[in-house]
């Protein structure tokens, strides 16, 4: 599981509460990614992360925060929480060796209602 | 406009029949071809990196092939383990951050 650990697994809130999911690795990591899934959409990138502070956005970044104050923690806020936010979240890390694939978390079930 | 394209959205097989799985891709210079496999409540799990047009991969049942336009999941006398969601992406060489990812093929293996 390449030591990434999502919390929560599962959050049910209400349309305009802001929520935080939480993406945290073990192994030092540079590069951490938050992206959504959805039936039909397949996995979107929210926002990326290349190191302490440094983040860009992905195509799908509208409505969505992230911070990252330490390497191992990767925060994906949603400021006011909307009904088309209801997804599976999920975290993932890519290595810097000279093969770059993605590992990904168990994910997060967030459900707006 | 870099995009994955996967078919056949869902495969039913016997166990032991064999079949392929397709992906096609459209993206400004390839870095990588990622296949991906997920099972229901589960994140993605890594199976193959493919670099070039004419590389093939194994692992166990599985074999991944690419050409310029399009990458092969075959599966060699399928088992019921087998059955999940197998999800195709590719890396374009501009920007390494960027995957872009195929709605997959779920796959059903019955005894």
């Known amino acids: 599981d390449a030591g990434i650990t999502q919390s929560p697994r599962h959050k049910v809130t209400e349309t305009g509460t802001p929520v935080t999911l939480r993406c945290h690795q073990t192994?030092?990591?540079?590069?951490m990614y938050w992206y959504r899934q959805d039936p039909g959409h397949g996995l979107r990138l929210i926002h990326y992360?290349?190191?302490?502070?440094?983040?860009d956005k992905g195509e799908v970044s509208d409505g969505y925060s992230v911070s990252r104050s330490k390497t191992e923690d990767f925060l994906l806020t949603l400021e006011s929480a909307t009904s088309s936010q209801t997804s599976v979240y999920f975290c993932?890390?890519?290595?810097?060796?000279?093969?770059?694939?993605?590992?990904f978390g168990q994910g997060t079930r967030l459900t707006v209602v | 406009e870099d995009q994955v394209t996967q078919s056949p959205e869902a495969l039913r097989l016997q166990e032991g029949e064999s079949s392929s799985l397709n992906c096609s891709y459209t993206?400004?210079?390839?870095?990588?071809l990622f296949w991906y496999r997920q099972d229901p409540g589960k994140g993605p799990e890594f199976l193959f990196t493919?670099?070039?047009a004419g590389e093939e991969k194994e692992k166990e049942r599985l074999k991944a092939t690419l050409t310029k336009k399009e990458s092969f999941l075959h599966i060699t006398a399928p088992k019921p383990e087998d059955s999940a969601t197998y999800l195709c992406a590719v890396q374009p060489v501009y920007n390494f951050n960027k995957f872009y990812f195929g709605s997959g093929t779920k796959l059903n293996v019955k005894p």
């Open positions: 493919l670099y070039s």
């Open positions: 992360s290349y190191g302490v502070k440094d983040t």
């Open positions: 993206v400004s210079g390839l870095r990588g």
């Open positions: 993932a890390i890519r290595t810097e060796t000279a093969n770059t694939e993605a590992f």
């Open positions: 192994e030092n990591h540079r590069y």
